[in-house]
């Protein structure tokens, strides 16, 4: 297991298209984390996991997001309706345990354009 | 809430020049910092964290910050740049929960020559 895998790199779509990434944590990761990042910002926080469970969501998070993690493993997360201003790229993250103890490992993230 | 503030979007040094990278975090509760290095169309790498032990930490790729509390800073340092640091540097925070980080909007270091 060489890290955080998120697929697809790039996606480009047209403006009201549904589109849905995926994320492979390290194994033995429990935690998983969304989040986006805008050109000139930060990584901002969408929403965690532990285990299968999603225990809190950023309200940048609108109706049209969802994300799951079936199972605790692999992780999607889907935007319905794309609008322009969810252009960003993507990133998923992954820890051991508690992100004080360990850090996040990154993926490579997704890149989403939406023309 | 927790937040950081990173001074400077765009630094630029010398190779071979020191490198200082500010972060400044509020807090009334020492929080837990790290450092992320980003290069072009790659994830965020950690550099190193602090979590309430020395309060000078090292990291890889020989960079290290110091926490100071009396000024709520966390700034990353490197003696000596080296061509290979040119990429962006993100100084982020735990707190709270523990189970969110919050990050600065990135410093973009570029190495001249």
């Known amino acids: 297991d060489t890290g955080v895998s998120q697929n697809p790199r790039h996606k480009i779509t047209k403006r009201g298209q549904n589109v849905t990434f995926r994320c492979d944590p390290i194994?033995?990761?429990?935690?998983l984390y969304w989040y986006r990042q805008t050109l000139g910002q930060g990584p901002e926080f969408l929403t965690y996991?532990?285990?299968?469970?999603?225990?809190?969501k950023s309200r940048l998070l609108s109706d049209r997001f969802s994300a799951e993690r079936p199972k605790g493993s692999f992780s999607t997360l889907e935007i319905q309706r794309t609008e322009q201003g969810d252009s960003a790229m993507y990133l998923c993250?992954?820890?051991?345990?508690?992100?004080?103890?360990?850090?996040?490992?990154f993926g490579s993230g997704t890149r989403l354009t939406v023309v | 809430a927790q937040s950081v503030t990173q001074l400077g979007s765009h630094v630029s040094v010398s190779e071979g020049a020191l490198v200082l990278l500010r972060c400044n975090y509020s807090?009334?509760?020492?929080?837990?910092l790290f450092w992320y290095v980003q290069y072009p169309n790659q994830g965020l790498q950690l550099l190193l964290k602090?979590?309430?032990?020395?309060?000078l930490v090292k990291g890889i790729n020989g960079f290290e910050a110091e926490f100071k509390k009396s000024e709520t800073s966390f700034h990353l340092t490197k003696p000596s740049a080296h061509m290979s640091d040119a990429a962006e540097y993100f100084c982020?925070?735990?707190?709270?929960?523990?189970?969110?980080?919050?990050f600065g909007i990135g410093t973009k270091l570029q190495v001249i020559p």
């Open positions: 602090y979590t309430s032990a020395a309060t």
């Open positions: 807090s009334s509760v020492p929080p837990y």
């Open positions: 194994s033995e990761h429990n935690r």
């Open positions: 993250a992954s820890s051991l345990g508690q992100a004080v103890n360990y850090g996040y490992t």
């Open positions: 982020a925070a735990v707190s709270g929960g523990y189970q969110k980080v919050t």
């Open positions: 996991f532990q285990n299968e469970a999603q225990l809190e």
